[in-house]
């Protein structure tokens, strides 16, 4: 009589500890997939993304290096320690040029961060709209803009918001659909038709 054969799992998903993982966690577990975020003791895997998100972040991300001030460094897809438990990872973003420490630093701390932009993705979009701008501004994160596909071209759309220091909410200043024009966090002009040259 022969042997049953018992099927082997292909993988081996990490188990969570009961109260969840921590950003130590996410930073120490082997074989993550790339740009997993940290969301209340949650990992997040994050989806392939559309050609919109990719051009947009490099189109914003040369936008904002373009002008950037001696005191400020601007940076991509980089993990964002909110607290012990959440740990986002924005797809752009403006910190302090002395929270840059090295070239081997994997993330940056909520108070390092001036500005978090989000590119609105099919898979996240309640994250996008909801859960990160809420957390990022209860951690103080002064700026967020968030940035959705629009109108028959397929057009960035950027929503700019600004941190209630008060209430720790966003207030939405503008909607920038064509041009980027803003004096905060910094003089910059940013032509978001360009997405059509990329």
Do not use: C
Request: glycine residues 4%; charged residues 25%; negative net charge.
């Amino acid at each position: 009589m022969g042997a049953v054969m018992t099927a082997q799992p292909q993988h081996q998903w990490p188990v969570p500890p009961p109260d969840g993982y921590t950003v130590d966690d996410l930073l120490t577990l082997p074989d993550l997939p790339p740009h997993t975020e940290l969301i209340d003791g949650s990992l997040v895997f994050v989806s392939p993304q559309r050609d919109f998100h990719s051009v947009v972040m490099y189109m914003l991300e040369a936008g904002l290096r373009s002008t950037v001030p001696r005191d400020l460094r601007v940076r991509r897809e980089m993990t964002v320690e909110l607290d012990r438990r959440n740990a986002p990872e924005p797809d752009v973003l403006v910190v302090r040029a002395e929270a840059v420490t090295g070239r081997r630093q994997v993330r940056y701390r909520a108070a390092d961060v001036v500005l978090a932009v989000e590119v609105v993705s099919p898979d996240s979009e309640s994250r996008d709209r909801d859960t990160k701008p809420r957390k990022y501004a209860a951690a103080g994160i002064p700026h967020f803009w968030l940035v959705e596909m629009g109108g028959p071209a397929d057009h960035p759309v950027v929503h700019v918001y600004e941190l209630d220091v008060l209430t720790r909410r966003y207030t939405p200043t503008a909607i920038h659909r064509d041009r980027l024009k803003l004096s905060v966090p910094y003089g910059m002009d940013i032509d978001l038709t360009t997405i059509d040259e990329l």
